[in-house]
C-alpha cells in the first residue's frame, strides 16, 4: 500500500509542477476520511533550491529517503539542464525494487535520462513530446494523453495533468474513494476525459506552392460545403490522382485528412465562441450532422463537444450578468 513519498526538488524546477506534488500527497485529509502520507521533500544537496521562477525554495533532507519511499516524485525541471547522477540513481533503484515513480511535465526527460523510460510508454508536455521522441528513441511518447501508466512508472503531461496523473496513483492504490477525498479538498474533477490533444494548438499546415496555396485558401472558406477530390482537383486544374498524390507530397496529408482537421479547428472556435447548438455547428463546420461531428471530436481530441465546449466555451450563461460559481 502507498504509504510513502518522496518528492525530489530539482534545480530550476517549475513551483506549480512541485506544489501538484506537495498538494496531493503532502497534506493530512484524514479529518475529511482522506489518507495521509509519510511526506518528504528531499534533495540532492539540502539548502536553497533555485525555481524557474526567481524564487528558493529550501530543502531539509538528502535522497536518504527516497531510496524507501513507496512513490518517488520528480517535478518539471529545465530541459537540457545536466541530471544529477545521483537523483537518476534513486529513480534507477526505486524502479527496481518495484516503487511508483510519478514525473510531472518536463519531469519525464529526467526519468529519461535515468534510463526508466526505455521500452516503455510515457508522455509530457505537448510542446516537448516531439523533442522526448527524439531524445529517447526508444521510448514510446504518446502526445495525446494527460498521463500514461506502464507498470508502476507514470508520467503526466503539462502542468495541471499532473493532478490527474497523481490522482490516478491514489485512487489505484487506495481506491476511488480516497482519490475523490483529495480531489473535492482541492476542488479538481476526480478524473477528467479525454487527453491533452483538444489542448494543442494546431495551425493550418503552410503550402509552399502557390497553386496549393489557393486552394487550401479555398477550401478553408467553403468547409460548409461537399469538397470531393475531384472539385479540388478541377480548382487545382489537375486530374484527381496527381491531385491527391501533389497534394500529399505539399501538405504531409492527403486531402480528406487535411479537410476534415480543420473543419475540427473551425467547430472547436464555433465551440468556443458562439452559442451555436451542435447541429447548427456540425452544418456550420462541414460535418454534416452532430453525431459525425461526435466521432471526430472522440477520435482526435479523446473528448466531446459538449465537453469541449464546457472546458473552452466564453460564452458562459449568468443571470442579471453576474456569473456565480459554486463549489460543492
Given at each position: 500500500?502507498?504509504?510513502?513519498?518522496?518528492?525530489?526538488?530539482?534545480?530550476q524546477m517549475a513551483?506549480?509542477?512541485?506544489?501538484?506534488?506537495?498538494?496531493?500527497?503532502?497534506?493530512?485529509?484524514?479529518?475529511?476520511?482522506?489518507?495521509?502520507?509519510?511526506?518528504?521533500?528531499?534533495?540532492?544537496?539540502?539548502?536553497?533550491?533555485?525555481?524557474?521562477?526567481?524564487?528558493?525554495?529550501?530543502?531539509?533532507?538528502?535522497?536518504?529517503?527516497?531510496?524507501?519511499?513507496?512513490?518517488?516524485?520528480?517535478?518539471?525541471?529545465?530541459?537540457?539542464?545536466?541530471?544529477?547522477?545521483?537523483?537518476?540513481?534513486?529513480?534507477?533503484?526505486?524502479?527496481?525494487?518495484?516503487?511508483?515513480?510519478?514525473?510531472?511535465?518536463?519531469?519525464?526527460?529526467?526519468?529519461?535520462?535515468?534510463?526508466?523510460?526505455?521500452?516503455?510508454?510515457?508522455?509530457?508536455?505537448?510542446?516537448?513530446?516531439?523533442?522526448?521522441?527524439?531524445?529517447?528513441?526508444?521510448?514510446?511518447?504518446?502526445?495525446?494523453?494527460?498521463?500514461?501508466?506502464?507498470?508502476?512508472?507514470?508520467?503526466?503531461?503539462?502542468?495541471?495533468?499532473?493532478?490527474?496523473?497523481?490522482?490516478?496513483?491514489?485512487?489505484?492504490?487506495?481506491?476511488?474513494?480516497?482519490?475523490?477525498?483529495?480531489?473535492?479538498r482541492m476542488v479538481?474533477?476526480?478524473?477528467?476525459?479525454?487527453?491533452?490533444?483538444?489542448?494543442?494548438?494546431?495551425?493550418?499546415?503552410?503550402?509552399?506552392?502557390?497553386?496549393?496555396?489557393?486552394?487550401?485558401?479555398?477550401?478553408?472558406?467553403?468547409?460548409?460545403?461537399?469538397?470531393?477530390?475531384?472539385?479540388?482537383?478541377?480548382?487545382?486544374?489537375?486530374?484527381?490522382?496527381?491531385?491527391?498524390?501533389?497534394?500529399?507530397?505539399?501538405?504531409?496529408t492527403t486531402p480528406?485528412?487535411?479537410?476534415?482537421?480543420?473543419?475540427?479547428?473551425?467547430?472547436?472556435?464555433?465551440?468556443?465562441?458562439?452559442?451555436?447548438?451542435?447541429?447548427?455547428?456540425?452544418?456550420?463546420?462541414?460535418?454534416?450532422?452532430?453525431?459525425?461531428?461526435?466521432?471526430?471530436?472522440?477520435?482526435?481530441?479523446?473528448?466531446?463537444?459538449?465537453?469541449?465546449?464546457?472546458?473552452?466555451?466564453?460564452?458562459?450563461?449568468?443571470?442579471?450578468?453576474?456569473?456565480?460559481?459554486?463549489?460543492?
Open positions: 500500500m502507498l504509504q510513502s513519498v518522496a518528492c525530489i526538488a530539482l534545480d513551483p506549480f509542477e512541485f506544489g501538484v506534488v506537495c498538494e496531493v500527497f503532502g497534506i493530512d485529509r484524514s479529518a475529511q476520511g482522506g489518507p495521509t502520507f509519510d511526506f518528504h521533500v528531499v534533495a540532492a544537496d539540502p539548502g536553497p533550491i533555485s525555481t524557474k521562477l526567481g524564487f528558493d525554495v529550501v530543502v531539509h533532507e538528502n535522497l536518504d529517503f527516497a531510496y524507501r519511499a513507496d512513490l518517488v516524485a520528480v517535478p518539471a525541471s529545465l530541459i537540457g539542464s545536466e541530471p544529477d547522477e545521483r537523483v537518476l540513481d534513486v529513480i534507477r533503484k526505486a524502479v527496481e525494487r518495484g516503487a511508483w515513480v510519478l514525473s510531472v511535465c518536463s519531469g519525464a526527460f529526467t526519468l529519461g535520462h535515468a534510463g526508466v523510460l526505455a521500452g516503455r510508454r510515457a508522455t509530457t508536455h505537448w510542446m516537448y513530446t516531439d523533442l522526448m521522441a527524439e531524445t529517447f528513441p526508444d521510448t514510446i511518447v504518446d502526445p495525446d494523453v494527460l498521463f500514461v501508466q506502464d507498470e508502476k512508472v507514470v508520467t503526466g503531461a503539462g502542468t495541471a495533468a499532473g493532478i490527474d496523473a497523481a490522482l490516478h496513483i491514489v485512487r489505484t492504490e487506495l481506491g476511488a474513494a480516497a482519490a475523490n477525498i483529495v480531489a473535492r479538481v474533477p476526480p478524473q477528467r476525459d479525454g487527453g491533452q490533444s483538444q489542448f494543442i494548438q494546431t495551425p493550418v499546415p503552410e503550402c509552399r506552392t502557390d497553386s496549393f496555396a489557393t486552394v487550401t485558401a479555398w477550401m478553408l472558406e467553403h468547409l460548409d460545403e461537399d469538397l470531393t477530390v475531384d472539385l479540388l482537383a478541377r480548382k487545382a486544374l489537375m486530374s484527381p490522382r496527381t491531385f491527391a498524390r501533389r497534394f500529399r507530397a505539399e501538405t504531409g480528406n485528412a487535411w479537410l476534415n482537421r480543420q473543419r475540427l479547428l473551425r467547430a472547436q472556435q464555433l465551440l468556443e465562441e458562439t452559442s451555436l447548438t451542435l447541429e447548427e455547428v456540425a452544418r456550420e463546420t462541414g460535418f454534416g450532422a452532430a453525431a459525425v461531428m461526435r466521432h471526430h471530436f472522440v477520435k482526435v481530441l479523446q473528448t466531446t463537444p459538449t465537453a469541449y465546449r464546457r472546458l473552452f466555451g466564453t460564452r458562459a450563461e449568468s443571470t442579471d450578468d453576474v456569473l456565480v460559481a459554486r463549489t460543492a
